[in-house]
């Protein structure tokens, strides 16, 4: 045992001293044409070997020629980044949200990481943008500039036309089947992530902006991160006594509980689960709920349905638009406090075979970390051989999503409302599956961007080709709903289509939310 710990500290300290300079050398280097067609070669292995729906929305014989057409065009040495625009297009043709491909990017030393956060923050991150008819716009402007408005237009970076970078960023990503309301909401995060690996990170940029009638060139340089608050807190932190120090850090231990209660995201420094009531006698409640994936959400939502009892509310909105899913654990009890009937909320997830999950990432942390899931590695290939389940020629992975959960005591059983748009997926597409299928609430907005029969997701490890070194995710479950459409392919669609203009977003108008209030004002008598 003492022996095999010293051997992976080796490993590891001998792996981690690989060079950063190196690796970034190679990025541009033009690879053979005979190595890219072995990377060819290897992603599609995997995909055949690990993939349990791969022909879902594309058949074999279609993608066989993909992949074969794909190779003949590669008659000579590519960069790696070159070499991902081109066999990106071709994994995506799965249709599958989930199985992501990452370009080889630029490595940092830790000096170099250090030397980057100092400097601020960057030019890209100042601003939240959005999609409107193929055109890029600021969402949120956090530069210093105040001039530049919501729904002032990026027309070029760098003098790069947008338009040319959107048409070009689009081929990159992926759906859930033939949805099309995804990309407008996922391609503008994913924007300065695919500019950056293109062209590297910057330490300013020129925007070219059209603001209201004028056309503006601005530079937008890294933003430094005022100190002066760190500066004040330290200094106040000397001066108090035990006593106030004590009552400090009791009060700084509720907060964080009710942190990780709520879902903070310090990198938004968001809540992603929120509770609101909107009328003076509490008779609407809105749940407002960001993603699945941050928090210990039991205790939220046990402590948020029973306030919408206590307040008698006969209305419940749920909020679920731009939130990319999360745990299928999270969504099975939030549907035990919401459903009409007691369902099993998810089919058993299908596998390629027993062995599927022994390729999931499962050593990573620290050494000390990675030493304990050594010693604990024969008793998790002893787990999942038990979990894995072979029924009628196919392997299925069972979970507890897959028993029928009992309804909650205090389970809202008012007039539901869900908002839903296309970068509502994965685990919030599920649920809206379960919602919609049982007709359990009306659905306001626009189609999802996940499919409504379900996804392949659960376990996802990286798959890192070998000469590119390009990254493919691939998800290893089919997580199918309880209740499922005859429609292949697409969403959830709304009971009412609603979709926000820019005009809307500039002028900080909800549509959506504005038509489920007046709806609840005419039921009651009360429209205007």
């Given at each position: 045992m003492k022996q095999l710990f010293i051997l992976l500290m080796f490993y590891t300290i001998v792996t981690s001293c690989t060079s950063v300079r190196k690796h970034n050398q190679l990025l541009n280097q033009p690879i053979a044409v005979s190595k890219l067609k072995y990377d060819i070669d290897f992603a599609y292995s995997n995909l055949k070997r690990l993939h349990p729906e791969l022909y879902w929305y594309v058949s074999k014989e279609q993608l066989d020629y993909k992949f074969d057409s794909l190779k003949t065009t590669i008659s000579e040495p590519l960069t790696s980044f070159e070499f991902y625009t081109k066999i990106t297009p071709v994994i995506n043709e799965v249709r599958q949200g989930h199985l992501g491909i990452y370009p080889n990017v630029k490595r940092f030393s830790k000096a170099e990481t250090k030397a980057l956060t100092k400097k601020g923050m960057g030019p890209f991150s100042q601003f939240d943008l959005m999609m409107f008819e193929n055109k890029l716009y600021v969402e949120k402007n956090k530069s210093i500039d105040p001039t530049i408005t919501v729904g002032s237009e990026v027309i070029s970076i760098d003098s790069i036309p947008t338009v040319l970078l959107l048409n070009r960023y689009r081929k990159l990503i992926t759906s859930d089947g033939y949805n099309n309301t995804f990309y407008k909401h996922h391609l503008p995060k994913r924007f300065s992530n695919l500019y950056v690996a293109e062209y590297g990170i910057k330490d300013s940029l020129l925007y070219e902006f059209k603001i209201k009638d004028s056309i503006k060139k601005i530079w937008i340089a890294r933003k430094k991160i005022d100190e002066s608050q760190n500066k004040a807190?330290?200094?106040?932190?000397?001066?108090?006594?035990?006593?106030e120090k004590k009552k400090i850090l009791l009060v700084n231990k509720s907060k964080r509980r009710q942190q990780t209660i709520k879902g903070y995201d310090p990198m938004t420094k968001t809540f992603q689960r929120s509770l609101n009531f909107i009328e003076k006698d509490s008779s609407v409640a809105v749940l407002n709920i960001k993603s699945f994936s941050i928090g210990d959400y039991e205790p939220f939502y046990k402590q948020a349905f029973d306030r919408i009892k206590a307040n008698k509310s006969q209305y419940l909105i749920l909020d679920l638009r731009d939130?990319?899913?999360?745990?299928?654990?999270?969504?099975?009890?939030?549907?035990?406090?919401?459903?009409?009937?007691a369902i099993a909320f998810a089919d058993k997830s299908e596998v390629v075979s027993k062995t599927s999950f022994l390729k999931r990432n499962y050593f990573n942390g620290n050494i000390g970390t990675k030493a304990l899931q050594t010693i604990a590695y024969p008793f998790y290939v002893s787990y999942i051989f038990l979990k894995v389940k072979k029924e009628n020629d196919k392997f299925y992975y069972k979970t507890s999503e897959n028993k029928v959960k009992p309804l909650d005591e205090n389970r809202f059983k008012g007039k539901m409302y869900v908002l839903i748009d296309g970068g509502s997926f994965s685990a919030s597409s599920l649920l809206s599956s379960n919602l919609k299928g049982s007709k359990r609430a009306i659905f306001v907005g626009e189609e999802t961007g996940g499919a409504f029969n379900g996804t392949v997701a659960g376990q996802m490890p990286i798959i890192v080709l070998p000469h590119s070194k390009i990254k493919m995710r691939v998800g290893l479950m089919k997580i199918a709903p309880h209740y499922k459409t005859d429609e292949k392919g697409y969403g959830i669609r709304p009971d009412i289509e609603m979709i926000p203009t820019l005009q809307d977003k500039i002028n900080g108008i909800d549509p959506e939310m504005n038509w489920i209030l007046e709806n609840i004002k005419i039921e009651n008598g009360n429209a205007k």
């Amino acid at each position: 045992m003492k022996q095999l710990f010293i051997l992976l500290m080796f490993y590891t300290i001998v792996t981690s001293c690989t060079s950063v300079r190196k690796h970034n050398q190679l990025l541009n280097q033009p690879i053979a044409v005979s190595k890219l067609k072995y990377d060819i070669d290897f992603a599609y292995s995997n995909l055949k070997r690990l993939h349990p729906e791969l022909y879902w929305y594309v058949s074999k014989e279609q993608l066989d020629y993909k992949f074969d057409s794909l190779k003949t065009t590669i008659s000579e040495p590519l960069t790696s980044f070159e070499f991902y625009t081109k066999i990106t297009p071709v994994i995506n043709e799965v249709r599958q949200g989930h199985l992501g491909i990452y370009p080889n990017v630029k490595r940092f030393s830790k000096a170099e990481t250090k030397a980057l956060t100092k400097k601020g923050m960057g030019p890209f991150s100042q601003f939240d943008l959005m999609m409107f008819e193929n055109k890029l716009y600021v969402e949120k402007n956090k530069s210093i500039d105040p001039t530049i408005t919501v729904g002032s237009e990026v027309i070029s970076i760098d003098s790069i036309p947008t338009v040319l970078l959107l048409n070009r960023y689009r081929k990159l990503i992926t759906s859930d089947g033939y949805n099309n309301t995804f990309y407008k909401h996922h391609l503008p995060k994913r924007f300065s992530n695919l500019y950056v690996a293109e062209y590297g990170i910057k330490d300013s940029l020129l925007y070219e902006f059209k603001i209201k009638d004028s056309i503006k060139k601005i530079w937008i340089a890294r933003k430094k991160i005022d100190e002066s608050q760190n500066k004040a807190k330290d200094s106040i932190e000397k001066i108090v006594s035990k006593a106030e120090k004590k009552k400090i850090l009791l009060v700084n231990k509720s907060k964080r509980r009710q942190q990780t209660i709520k879902g903070y995201d310090p990198m938004t420094k968001t809540f992603q689960r929120s509770l609101n009531f909107i009328e003076k006698d509490s008779s609407v409640a809105v749940l407002n709920i960001k993603s699945f994936s941050i928090g210990d959400y039991e205790p939220f939502y046990k402590q948020a349905f029973d306030r919408i009892k206590a307040n008698k509310s006969q209305y419940l909105i749920l909020d679920l638009r731009d939130n990319p899913g999360g745990r299928l654990s999270e969504i099975n009890y939030i549907y035990s406090f919401v459903a009409d009937s007691a369902i099993a909320f998810a089919d058993k997830s299908e596998v390629v075979s027993k062995t599927s999950f022994l390729k999931r990432n499962y050593f990573n942390g620290n050494i000390g970390t990675k030493a304990l899931q050594t010693i604990a590695y024969p008793f998790y290939v002893s787990y999942i051989f038990l979990k894995v389940k072979k029924e009628n020629d196919k392997f299925y992975y069972k979970t507890s999503e897959n028993k029928v959960k009992p309804l909650d005591e205090n389970r809202f059983k008012g007039k539901m409302y869900v908002l839903i748009d296309g970068g509502s997926f994965s685990a919030s597409s599920l649920l809206s599956s379960n919602l919609k299928g049982s007709k359990r609430a009306i659905f306001v907005g626009e189609e999802t961007g996940g499919a409504f029969n379900g996804t392949v997701a659960g376990q996802m490890p990286i798959i890192v080709l070998p000469h590119s070194k390009i990254k493919m995710r691939v998800g290893l479950m089919k997580i199918a709903p309880h209740y499922k459409t005859d429609e292949k392919g697409y969403g959830i669609r709304p009971d009412i289509e609603m979709i926000p203009t820019l005009q809307d977003k500039i002028n900080g108008i909800d549509p959506e939310m504005n038509w489920i209030l007046e709806n609840i004002k005419i039921e009651n008598g009360n429209a205007k």
